[in-house]
Each structure stands twice: as structure tokens, then as C-alpha cells.
């Protein structure tokens, strides 16, 4: 999926009927929930727009964490708040794309439960190593891997996320054993990973530049269709000879089902010029992520397809709903 040049070449959504909306309510904050703990780059993210997004709503715009259940606990807040626009997840696919086929029962739906607003940013995952763990590339790792059965332990933000998945598709791909341990969030995995308790991750980009500065952890590879300009220096999986490691990431703007359109337009709108403005674009940079924005239907699409194409790679690994 392109998913990049997709969401580049859309214009910013608008409406005449924005005017038209009641939304925001004067001296009602704006919510916008992460299902992540505090410091890893979604929570970041988020707090970077909400700082501008205040600006152009005019009103207190808050962020809050719910970290837990792969993201399932935010997620479900929001789908059972009011759909006036006061109540936003940012999230990465987790919820929508992955969740739905590796949990048996979900209290979302995760394509009519919601209302895609915009994109927020996109970027890869990068698979990380403890300096403790042999070998600068795949191939080194790999090998490692097999001469040693059931020794290395790769931490993820979440049961069912991509970075666990991946971690799977990569283990069936080279007939290696590893021991999945979920986390609540990536910064939760960021300590022990440093600490050396877990050896491998597929980390967001951010994340995997925070390891790195602490000289413990290295960069084996990027997942994603080509090197990141953002990390030019590091080359993609693809490159190294996996299959199917080359999905960049996404992360978005959700409200309730059922907004009023001209409530999604004045949101829309607001996103996409925040999204745009130099400093808030440096400041995903710093985390290797890049500020985009969408239409909500452009967005709305990107999902459905992110849905279908996590429900081809979870059925091809043979995953279980629990």
C-alpha cells in the first residue's frame, strides 16, 4: 500500500457548512486519548498538536493516557463518548488493523465505530538489537537466532500489534524461536530493552532513535518499502532479503461514529494546518516521523485497507484469536 504519496497528493479537506457547527463548545475542553504511556512518540505527537491545536479551536485542548489492553481501553472510551467533537484518539493501526484479528472479542468496531478525521504522521518501524545481542544486519542476527533456540526475547508495544507481528512474520520467515513480551507502551519497552531484559523490538522510529543515544541498542534494519529520509543511513529489511517486512506505519486522528460533518470539517481543517506548520513538522522529525494530513476519506480509506491487508498477514501466520 503507498500509503505516503496517497496521503500527500489529498488537499485539505473543507466544508461550507463548517460555519454552521456549534462545535466547540465554549469552556469544553477538547480530549484527544492515546492508548500508549506517557514519552513514547505517539504521546509526543499528540502533545506537540494539541499545543497548537488550541490556537486554531480556541479553546483548552488536553491529551490523556490510557495505556493497556494493545490500546483497546482508549480506543473504547472513545467510541462510547458523545460524537460532538470533544473526545479524539490519536492512534497508530494497532486498534483498526491489527487487533481485530488477534483478539476474539473487541468492545469496538473498528471500521463503523468511529469517524476517521485525518492522518496525523507516518513513519516505519525499526527492528532494534541490545548491543549484547552479535551481528550489525539480518543475516548476523538470524544466524545468532538459530544457534541459539529460545534466547532472545523481543519486547512490543501491545499482544497483536505490529510490532509483535512482525516479530512473528520475521520467526516464521527464517525458522527461528524467539519469546514475544508485551508491553503497555514503547516507552515501557525503551527501559528494558536499554537494560538489556529484552534483546530485540520492532520500535517505532522515534523510539529506536531515543535507544540508540543511549549506546546500548543498535539499528538492525528498517520496515518500510525504502530507506527513511529521515534515516538515510539505515538500510530497510527489504534490502537485507525479508519478505513482507516493508509496511510503513500510520497514525491518526479518530472521533465517535456519527459526527456531524460540519463538527469533522472545522476539526479537519484545523489538523491540517497545524500538520503543516514548520515547527510542528521539525518536532516529528526529531522522532523520525513525518507530519501528514489527509481528508477524512482519504483517511477513511487507508484504514479499510490497513484492515485488510493486517487480516491477510494475521491469517497467513496462522494467528489465533484469544
Known sequence: MALLPLLLSLSAFASGSAGASNFPVPDKPVRILVGLAPGGPTDLQARVVAEHLRRELNTHVVVENRPGASMTIATAEVARAPADGHTLLYSPSTPFAQNPHTFAKLPYDPLKGFTP?????????????????????????????????????????????????????????????????????????????????????????????????????????????????????????????AKGLDIEGWVGFFGPAHMPPATVARLNAALVKVLAEPQVKSEFAKGAYEAVSSTPQAFATTVRESYEQWGRIAADLGIQKD
Do not use: C, W
Request: glycine share 14%; proline share 6%; net charge positive.
Open 117 to 241: 478525521i485525518s492522518v496525523g504522521s507516518v513513519g516505519p518501524l525499526v527492528l532494534v538489537a541490545h548491543q549484547s545481542v552479535p551481528g550489525d544486519n539480518l543475516q548476523q542476527l538470524v544466524a545468532y537466532a538459530k544457534a541459539n533456540p529460545g534466547k532472545l526475547n523481543y519486547g512490543s508495544f501491545g499482544q497483536g500489534s505490529s510490532s509483535h507481528l512482525f516479530g512473528q512474520l520475521m520467526a516464521k520467515q527464517y525458522g527461528i524461536d524467539m519469546v514475544h513480551v508485551p508491553y503497555k507502551g514503547a516507552g515501557d519497552v525503551q527501559k528494558d530493552l536499554i537494560a538489556g531484559r529484552v534483546q530485540l523490538m520492532f520500535a517505532a522510529a522515534g523510539g529506536a532513535v531515543q535507544f540508540v543515544r543511549s549506546g546500548n541498542v543498535r539499528m538492525i534494519g528498517v520496515v518500510a518499502p525504502q530507506r527513511s529520509p529521515l534515516l538515510p543511513g539505515v538500510p530497510t529489511l527489504a534490502e537485507q532479503g
